[in-house]
Structures are given as structure tokens and as C-alpha cells.
């Protein structure tokens, strides 16, 4: 039962991203609570969310890339990518859950401010946002929303943010992987979660992007915006679940 729900949480979050261009981490984190252990389904996250990215790139609607802009957010999301793979193999199943369940809460709701403030425009803290989220990204599967919040609040042309964060993500996913295996961070089973669960997951991209062809502007935003709003309320219930779980398992 447990296989079937983290196969329908991937499937629902492959569909949104194919609807949004965004979100399938942030969704797909939610399903880590129906595996044995995170240290196979972060690394599944990381390798569908990057061929997912791939997908996006083949786009040319959706592929231009302000490079100007994305060379900072890879020199910094590189940095953080190496330093959370470090931290990813420290840490235990229990911690990496509570973790993962707090950064999609917080995640889900930075995504929801519609206008974010104006002192997030400067390149130093955008330097420092695509440091932390390198990290959240290699650590946990999640952070995107702060490095997008970035990205709107300097007034950027709309028509790149999607592929210049598709690029970030890109990039950051592959050398999270990457840093992950050097530290053995990257469970055997993760293989066995490819094998499972990519149809499914390639399967609702799909008809995400079908959906994606009917919507209006205002349908998009809504469903981006109810989803999100969604998240966030499963992200905190998730948290809790976790935390009563940690208190009520004997050490």
C-alpha cells in the first residue's frame, strides 16, 4: 500500500510540474513518508526532477536562459550542492525526515507570496538564496520557491525565469547526485525506485503537459496557486505526523 500511494504522489507531482514547469520536488517530498528510507527516495526525487528538467529544456517556448544571471546561481548552487551532499550523509532517517517535511512546509509557502519584497533583489542575497537552496537541494530534494522569489522580486523577464531556473535545477540536481555518491549518500534501492515508479511519474508529466494545452492564464494561475496552498497545508500536517512519530518511538 504503501509502494501505491508514494506512486500516486509522483504521478500527481510529475503532473503539475508538466502543467506549472514547477513544483514536482516539492510535491514529490511529501511521498518520502511511505518509504523505508529517504536515502533512496531523495536521490529518485533528484533523477526524475532532472529528467523532468530535461524535458522542459527541449522547449524552445520555455528554454531561454538569462545566462547573465544564471552563471551566479550555478557558482553558488554548486557550492551549497557540495556542502549538503556532506550534510545529506550525516544524517539519520528520522532527522532527514523531520527536515525534508519542515523545508516543504517552508518551501510551499515562500511559493505562495505572489509579490515578494524588493530588498530581494540584490545580487548578494540572491548569491547567498542559491547557496542555501545548493544545499537544500542536495540535502533534501527541495528549496526551489526561494531562488524563483529571487528571480521575481528583481523585475526579471518572465519569459526566462523558467528556463534559466530549469538550467539551476539542472545543474545543481546532476552535481547533487553526484556529490551524493561520492559520500555514499545514494541508497541501492534507489534503483529499484527508477525501475517502479519512472512510468508513473513520466506518465503524469504527460498528461500534465496535455492539461497544460487546455488551461486559460487564469485557470493556470489557480491551479498553481491552489496547489501550492495545498502543499503547504500537507507539508505541516506531514511535519507533525513526523514529529509525533519521533516522540513516540522509543530511542
Known amino acids: 500500500m504503501s509502494m501505491l500511494l508514494f506512486g500516486g504522489v509522483t504521478f500527481l507531482a510529475a503532473a503539475f510540474r508538466g502543467v506549472t514547469g ?3 520536488a516539492l510535491i514529490a517530498a511529501l511521498g518520502l513518508l511511505f518509504l523505508p528510507s529517504p536515502a533512496a527516495g531523495i536521490p ?6 532532472l529528467l523532468l528538467t530535461c524535458f522542459l529544456l527541449l522547449d524552445r ?3 531561454a536562459v538569462d545566462w547573465a544571471v544564471a552563471r551566479l546561481m550555478l557558482a553558488m548552487g554548486f557550492a551549497g550542492a557540495l556542502c549538503g551532499s556532506l550534510i545529506a550523509a550525516g544524517l539519520d532517517d528520522a532527522t532527514s525526515r523531520l527536515l525534508v517535511a519542515v523545508t516543504v512546509f517552508a518551501a510551499a509557502c515562500v511559493a505562495l507570496v505572489r509579490e515578494p519584497p524588493h530588498w530581494l533583489r540584490h545580487r548578494t542575497v540572491g548569491a547567498g538564496i542559491a547557496f542555501v537552496v545548493g544545499v537544500l537541494l542536495a540535502a533534501f530534494a527541495v528549496g526551489g520557491p526561494l531562488i524563483a522569489a529571487w528571480l521575481l522580486a528583481g523585475g526579471r523577464d518572465r519569459r526566462t525565469i523558467k528556463g ?3 538550467v539551476f535545477f539542472g545543474a545543481v540536481d546532476a552535481l547533487s547526485l553526484a556529490g551524493r555518491a561520492m559520500v555514499g549518500a545514494i541508497d541501492p534501492g534507489v534503483v529499484g525506485l527508477l525501475a517502479t515508479f519512472i512510468g508513473p511519474t513520466l506518465a503524469g508529466f504527460a498528461a500534465g503537459r496535455l492539461l497544460s494545452a487546455r488551461l486559460s492564464l487564469d485557470g493556470w494561475r489557480r491551479l498553481a496557486s491552489g496547489g501550492l496552498f495545498t502543499v503547504a497545508v500537507a507539508g505541516l500536517i506531514q511535519t507533525a505526523v513526523t514529529l509525533g512519530l519521533n516522540f513516540t518511538t522509543p530511542s
Open 22 to 24: 514547477f513544483g514536482y
Open 61 to 63: 517556448e520555455q528554454g
Open 44 to 49: 529518485f526525487i533528484l533523477v526524475s526532477d
Open 164 to 166: 534559466t531556473l530549469a
